[in-house]
């Protein structure tokens, strides 16, 4: 969630990985941020303009976020290539997301990344909580939903780590996590929980009743308390991030192979019928036109190549040598990817890209 410490949490991490002598593969995906706490190995603002962004698409800060994520996304295989490389020498590889949850979560390149990246390496999702904020019920449940729709979504090994323990405490969450009975007081005596004749609120009640549903979601729920300003808890959190590998190779590879197999086995029936039906056309044409059948004959001088852009923009890792400019990569050129008539249109109102 925004403001809760994500880019100082992965800060923190960072340093306590370089500790143990195990340095990270770090990857900023956050176009819109203006300075991050550590140096990222890839950083999406060496690819994206964000602002040229908003500009070029007539966008506003959110829909910038999303269509830059967009463009990086045509890029990803290029970041696989390179994480890979680095695999047989880096433990962990951390990625930085958007703070709006909705922006990374449940954008089509947000799950793109996702996917991808999960296919390819054992991946654990940690949620970040700020634990302050979250001492009402209200604040809690919102982040209990926002929780278990990203679990949902992304179906990978799930951390809650409450950040800021250092000013607040999480012993309150796990009690109201584990015991129903100890959020319902805690529902009861809070202020604005009762209505000016004495009866329980719609939102008190509506609590109430999701609390009774997420009762079963808490218990399969790991949860950890850190704090980014002191280091505090990031040991236990990296004992749950092993823990979660187990979980990943457990549940969510056998999950992977199915589903893989079943895509290959659709797209082979598909193309089987797609053939068929293609051959049985051509042999009723040929039977009607014999003439044309005659010159109807394959010409690889006259096949024409298709446009590589590929070579043209290539994402950077900082760590293997320098870039040029003032650190930032050659931009993907935004116009080229505009539609054609967006780009006869400037200056005017013209649509946004789907």
Known sequence: MAGAGKSTFVQRINSYLHSVDSPPYILNLDPAVSHVPFEPNIDIRDTVNYKEVMKQYNLGPNGGIVTALNLFTTKF????????????????????????????????????????????????VAYIIDTPRTTAPATFMSNMLYAC????????????????????????????MHDFEAFQEALATHRDSRDSEGEPTYMNSLMNSMSLVLDEFYKHLTAVGVSSMTGDGIKEFFDAVEASRGEYERDYVPELERARAAREQSLKAVKEDSMNRLMKDLAIDRAQNPEMAAQDRWDPDQEEMDEDDDTEIGIIDRTEGPWPGDGR????????????????????NWPKPE
Do not use: C
């Open 329 to 348: 990569g050659e931009y993907i050129d935004i116009m080229k990817v505009r539609p054609q008539n967006a780009r006869d249109g400037m200056g005017k």
């Open 77 to 124: 295989d290029q970041v696989l290539d390179l994480v890979e490389k680095r695999a047989e020498t880096v433990s962990h590889v951390i990625l930085d997301t958007p703070g709006q949850i909705e922006i990374f979560t449940w954008s089509a390149s947000g799950a793109i990344i996702t996917d991808a990246v999960a296919a390819s390496f054992p991946t654990v």
């Open 149 to 176: 729709s990203i679990l949902y979504k992304t179906k990978l090994p799930f951390i809650l780590v409450f950040n800021k323990t250092d000013v607040q405490p999480y012993d309150f969450a796990l009690e109201w």
